[in-house]
């Protein structure tokens, strides 16, 4: 058997129809993680689909259930040889609400549905369709190499990613040693374009700061009252334009991004952001000055207002409010001193005299990202290059926020990530989708990854020992 043979399976499998029947299947179930009316929906997707896919790969198993009361989470270990690389993947079986009702042309949210290239369903992108690839590509090199795969693989199927994670920390710190690896790979987020294969070393962080302004129990006739009462609505629009200004730049310098590396720097300096046909264009003239797009995607903070409510703005009365509130959300980069962000808020606002303004913080993600020079990383590009003749995208972290810093902070790994969705694929809302050839390619790169990790005679890359930096050209 060789590489060229592995590949070509891949391809056979994908044409056949038989990942598709696969992916339906895992869509079908309503893993709702946001409500506990479908406790039972996330405990049957582990028990009856995911489990028996692992058994059939000679993994062992183990459900371990949240110590919060929240999904349960699945360990599967396949332990072949100690002097072998072990990696560690991932994914997550949970999605958000399937909004029925809301897809285009009646489409079932808990289907999956193949029109005009794209795979539309619940999960197929977030995330059920990116570890149903890897599953699948571990399957194809188990077969190839007669039950074996020639490396050791650790995989987590958490059930809580979309409410935060609130029990993987917990779960990893507990079982450390099982968890043991000397890679953490896996699938999840977007490429940064649906033609270019794309690797992001971690994510920025994401923090909910939140604004409440209370100067009275009820609203109060503005035609009596006006010019006379204090509007929280006013004050508060103009305490948050002394945070970020009409450009969508910060002011405050305690939430502004620490100053890019010179490794990041160049990482980036060949990344274009251009967004596809059914993506929005980027507004000119909007976020931190003097950086690219891809410098202030992935490598700057953005302080971002996400909700705003002051009286009734469907059925407004002619009264001034009594409360306003805002929920803002800084999206930031490592190096950010995260813990500073809401003492330093209070503080400027106490002395621009808006100090009656309640400030918390909720919804945590913390940022991380794994060294450019770590040997793994252009291992990994080098093998997705051999698959597609294609250089991958290198993206320092993406732009979104994960549970990385579990993996890079609690146990220790370098963290490389490999998705297989793009930026228009809808996630989170109605018409949520893979693209076909996208996810055929997929399957393509992570057969590669996987069968090269097989003919790996030590536990870490053979150019680990004489490596100094990325090669340029995979950047």
Not at 305 to 317: E, S, Y
Not at 330 to 353: D, M, Q, S, W
């Amino acid at each position: 058997m060789s590489r060229d043979v592995a590949i070509k399976r891949a391809d056979a499998l994908f044409e056949s129809g038989q990942f598709l029947a696969t992916l339906d299947r895992m869509v079908r179930y309503k893993t709702k993680s946001q409500s506990s009316a479908y406790s039972g929906e996330l405990l049957s997707y582990l028990e009856i689909e995911i489990i028996p896919a692992f058994a059939a790969l000679g993994f062992e198993t183990q459900i371990v259930q949240s110590p919060t009361g929240n999904g349960p989470t699945l360990l599967a270990t396949r332990v072949e040889s100690e002097e072998k690389p072990t990696v560690l993947m991932y994914g997550h079986g949970d999605v958000v609400s399937g909004m029925i009702g809301e897809w285009s042309n009646g489409i079932d949210p808990w289907r999956c549905t193949t029109r005009g290239g794209r795979i539309y369903g619940r999960g197929t992108a977030d995330n059920k369709g990116q570890h149903a690839i890897n599953i699948a590509a571990l399957g194809i090199i188990h077969e190839l190499r007669a039950g074996k795969l020639g490396f050791n693989v650790k995989f987590i199927v958490e059930m809580g990613e979309e409410i935060g994670s609130p029990d993987l920390s917990h779960v990893c710190e507990r079982h450390r040693e099982t968890l043991k690896a000397d890679l953490f790979l896996a699938s999840d987020g977007p490429r940064l374009s649906a033609e270019r294969p794309t690797i992001f070393l971690g994510c920025r962080g994401a923090r909910r700061i939140h604004l409440d302004l209370n100067l009275r129990d009820r609203s109060h006739h503005s035609g009596n009252w006006g010019g006379l009462l204090a509007n929280p609505a006013t004050i508060l629009a103009s305490a948050i334009a002394t945070l970020v200004d009409g450009s969508g730049r910060i002011l405050l310098e305690e939430l502004q991004s620490p100053p890019m590396t010179s490794q990041v720097q160049a990482a980036l300096a060949a990344v274009m952001v251009s967004p596809g046909p059914d993506e929005p264009s980027l507004s000119k003239d909007w976020g931190e000055k003097g950086k690219s797009p891809a410098e202030r995607l992935y490598a700057s903070n953005a302080l971002e207002i996400l909700a705003f409510a002051a009286g009734n703005v469907t059925n407004p009365a002619n009264s001034i409010p009594g409360q306003a509130q805002a929920v803002l959300q800084l999206r930031f980069v490592v190096g950010t001193k995260i813990e500073e962000v809401v003492p330093a808020i209070e503080k400027h606002l106490n002395e621009r005299g808006y100090g009656e303004i309640k400030v918390s913080q909720s919804q945590y993600f913390n940022a991380s990202r794994t060294d450019i020079d770590n040997p793994w990383v252009s291992w990994t590009a080098e093998s997705m290059r051999r698959t597609t003749g294609k250089s991958p995208a290198l993206l320092p972290n993406f732009g979104g926020s994960l549970p990385n810093d579990v993996f890079t902070d609690i146990l220790g790994l370098p963290t490389i990530w490999v998705p297989h969705s793009y930026p228009g694929c809808c996630q989170h809302a109605p018409d949520e989708h893979i693209l076909l050839p996208l996810a055929a390619e997929a399957l393509r790169i992570m057969t590669g990854i996987f069968w090269d990790l097989g003919g790996l005679e030590t536990r870490v890359p053979p150019s680990a020992a004489n490596h100094d930096r990325a090669d340029p050209a995979l950047l």
